[in-house]
């Protein structure tokens, strides 16, 4: 299968189109079929609402129940109702009208070979498939793709649906939900520990040298940066944000293989600690210290961010794609203990990854396969407006917040040219269906984290006390100083006359 582009739009669909505007930096991997999925723009809260108040009225109406039993059971029903609404209206909607694209309208059979009859027999031709049905099908070999994964993701919406299907409800009920509200220091260990001590080799096969987990930066946009420079760009920028200095106490929570922790403390001179519940990661982030010659100043240490060590203080704490991990239940307490951790005058740079408020079904579909598969039990990944009100009110002041989900697709594209690369290699150590389990997420995460459906946030924040120096993190304006004569007063100077 080649990469190929949309067709031309026809006369007829000419009205409905938008003019697309085409991808400028070569950092990035520009969309084939930018296609925009149904969501939230066609779900009607309002007409939720009036089912949530209708059905326990039916029912209060037919039973001849009191008031208050109405109350009692539209409490009772919200929840199913509103499930059981949007599960059936990812089944019915239709794709938005204001496209910039036309799908291609091949047939199944252009982007994937269906091996099991049974399955054949279901879907064939231009009847398209529920993506959750594709990639556990994959997984379980009863699939090959015609040609490269990413290539096929971006024409996804031309071969897949994203309905929310039995499947998907089960997991979310039965597994998601339980763990968003245990999230014991036991079950965090499991989930980390079963994930991160897989084996060095395999996240070495797509992070590269550098061990990073966490998205890059690009800095150059009209250059196709390598992976090791769009990640010493992230280390960089985070200390800078931090204002590191020689002999400054850093704490760097879910430090992963800490490459962050060696680089400060050679870098900036800073004495890092680094905390996660990876063995593997613990032992390979001390060995890089002492490799890079910062043994003294940088280690690692293998415990639940909860025990961390708070005294003496830190003046500064980085938590770079971990607090996802913690959960929304325990986050407040989460932000508590980094607030006891920091010394008044100190800074906090939390890097996480986030979703879309208008949502699109593809999103819920793509969400719940990386907690399944990926990401367990990072269920506090939510949008901005949730992670800066958890911060205010945790006692924070946020000075500054970037989103930087184009950075991280950027990151990823290099990871999947990685991954391909390895392929051979891993599906020798650990079979076929860890390669295409990671393959499909690197591949759909790309174009994820490209087109906003998850992105991730930069927040630098301080405690919000009265004494604190502002001034201190005072950044000049972009653009300044201006041009010599940029700017005209002359008729300011009129009316002053």
Request: charged content about 25%.
């Amino acid at each position: 299968m080649t990469e190929d582009h949309f067709e031309p739009v026809t006369a007829q669909k000419e009205h409905q189109m938008q003019p697309r505007k085409q991808f400028a930096s070569p950092s990035i991997k520009a969309p084939t079929l930018a296609y925009e999925g149904g969501g939230a723009r066609q779900f009607s809260s309002v007409a939720l609402y009036v089912l949530i108040a209708a059905v326990p009225y039916a029912i209060k109406r037919a039973l001849g129940l009191s008031l208050g039993t109405y109350f009692v059971l539209a409490a009772i029903l919200a929840l199913p109702i509103g499930g059981l609404s949007l599960l059936a209206h990812s089944w019915l909607v239709q794709a938005p009208t204001d496209q910039t694209a036309a799908l291609p309208n091949k047939p199944l059979e252009s982007y994937m070979t269906i091996l099991d009859k049974e399955l054949k027999a279901q879907y064939h031709g231009t009847r398209k498939i529920p993506m959750d049905e594709f990639f556990e099908r994959y997984f379980d070999g009863d699939i090959d793709l015609t040609g490269d994964a990413l290539a096929m993701f971006e024409q996804r919406h031309d071969w897949a649906i994203f309905p929310i299907t039995v499947r998907i409800a089960r997991f979310f009920l039965l597994q998601w939900i339980p763990e968003l509200l245990v999230h014991s220091k036991k079950q965090d260990e499991t989930q980390v520990r079963d994930h991160y001590d897989r084996g060095d080799d395999f996240y070495a096969a797509f992070l590269g040298e550098r061990m990073v987990y966490t998205s890059g930066l690009v800095g150059d946009v009209d250059t196709h940066e390598s992976l090791e420079e769009l990640q010493d760009n992230k280390l960089r920028d985070v200390c800078e944000r931090l204002q590191m200095r020689p002999g400054a106490r850093h704490l760097d929570l879910g430090c992963g293989w800490g490459t962050l922790v060696s680089y400060a403390a050679r870098n900036y001179g800073a004495e890092s600690v680094g905390v996660t519940l990876g063995r593997n990661q613990t032992e390979f982030g001390n060995q890089r210290a002492a490799e890079w010659g910062v043994a003294d100043r940088a280690r690692v240490l293998c415990m639940d961010y909860r025990d961390t060590p708070r005294r003496p203080r830190y003046d500064c704490i980085s938590c770079v794609e971990m607090a996802e991990h913690v959960g929304v239940r325990k986050f407040p307490a989460f932000l508590q203990q980094v607030s006891d951790m920091l010394e008044d005058d100190g800074l906090f740079y939390l890097q996480i990854a986030g979703l879309r408020g208008a949502w699109q079904y593809e999103d819920f579909s793509w969400g719940l396969f990386m907690a399944k598969y990926i990401f367990p039990g990072a269920d506090a990944s939510c949008p901005l407006n949730w992670v800066v009100s958890q911060l205010e009110s945790a006692g924070f002041e946020v000075r500054s917040s970037e989103t930087i989900g184009v950075h991280y697709s950027a990151t990823l594209a290099r990871w999947y040219d990685n991954w391909l690369a390895s392929r051979e290699r891993i599906v020798k150590k650990y079979g076929k269906r860890w390669f295409r389990i990671w393959e499909i997420f690197l591949a759909w995460s790309i174009i994820i984290a490209r087109q906003g459906s998850s992105t991730c946030y930069q927040i630098v924040a301080h405690k919000n006390r009265n004494a604190f120096d502002r001034g201190a993190l005072i950044r000049k304006p972009l653009g300044y100083p201006s041009p010599s004569g940029s700017v005209s007063d002359g008729l300011v100077k009129k009316l002053l006359l």
